[in-house]
């Protein structure tokens, strides 16, 4: 099945400097790829997803590579601000036969910490 | 938008307990699924459903059942509760045909 690894596990930055988290995955038929944010006390909100025929997708101060041949994908957050702080996962989604399909394997997190 | 709701944010039981976790979506979804996030390991999936009275195990189904008798309900069963089973259980929809899931705020549960 499909394995995700995520890095690193904390990260923390002075506001307005940029992040990356980056993540590899191991099943070549995972064709979806989707980040995630969680505030405290709140469930993961989808903040942006690439597919595997799209190699980098931008959303104001937010973008995601993804690199199929080396199979990892990685999150760039721009102009960072204090309610980016939170905890970001990325996740890959299994399709086609293989036992990882449609199911989304998470990676374990990285707690950003934004100070002003 | 889509909604998903857990039922309770925070439950406290004891060891040996059997202990029913609720999830509710408003957007008919056919998939649902439940998931346990505990530091360091992320999301880890236990259970999921694709229809009604259907479910297949997850990556960690030992020691947990499920039931989903209505599409729009779909509960997480701890048979016997125990300490290991502390944890953050988050429940999640998806529509048949997309890959976006929606995610509930999550119940905290502890088991003393």
């Known amino acids: 099945g499909e394995n995700v690894e995520q890095h690193p596990s904390t990260l923390s930055v002075q506001e307005g400097d940029s992040a990356v988290i980056k993540c590899t995955y191991s099943?070549?038929?995972?064709?979806?790829f989707p980040w995630y944010k969680q505030e405290l006390g709140k469930g993961p909100q989808l903040i942006i997803d690439?597919?595997?025929?799209?190699g980098e997708k931008k959303d104001q101060r937010i973008a995601v590579t993804l690199n199929k041949t080396a199979k990892h994908f990685s999150l760039h957050i721009t102009e960072t601000q204090p309610e980016d702080s939170a905890v970001y996962f990325c996740?890959?989604?299994?399709?086609?036969?293989?036992?990882?399909?449609?199911?989304?394997?998470f990676g374990a997190g990285t707690q950003v910490v934004v100070t002003p | 938008d889509v909604k998903v709701t857990q039922s309770s944010r925070y439950l406290v039981k004891r060891t040996g307990e059997k202990v029913f976790l609720e999830c509710v979506q408003d957007m008919d979804h056919e998939n649902m699924f439940w998931y346990r996030q505990d530091p360091g390991l992320g999301l880890r999936l236990i259970y999921f459903?694709?229809?009604?009275?259907?479910?297949e195990k997850g990556d960690i189904p030992e020691g947990y059942s499920v039931s989903r008798e209505k599409k729009e309900r779909f509960s997480l069963i701890l048979e016997s509760a125990s300490t290991n089973q502390t944890s953050m259980y988050l429940c999640a929809s998806r529509p048949q045909g997309s890959d976006g899931y929606t995610f509930g705020s999550g119940t905290r549960l502890t088991v003393v």
């Open positions: 099943d070549s038929a995972s064709n979806y």
């Open positions: 996740a890959a989604l299994g399709s086609g036969t293989t036992d990882s399909w449609g199911k989304l394997q």
């Open positions: 459903s694709y229809d009604v009275k259907m479910k």
């Open positions: 690439i597919r595997s025929n799209v």
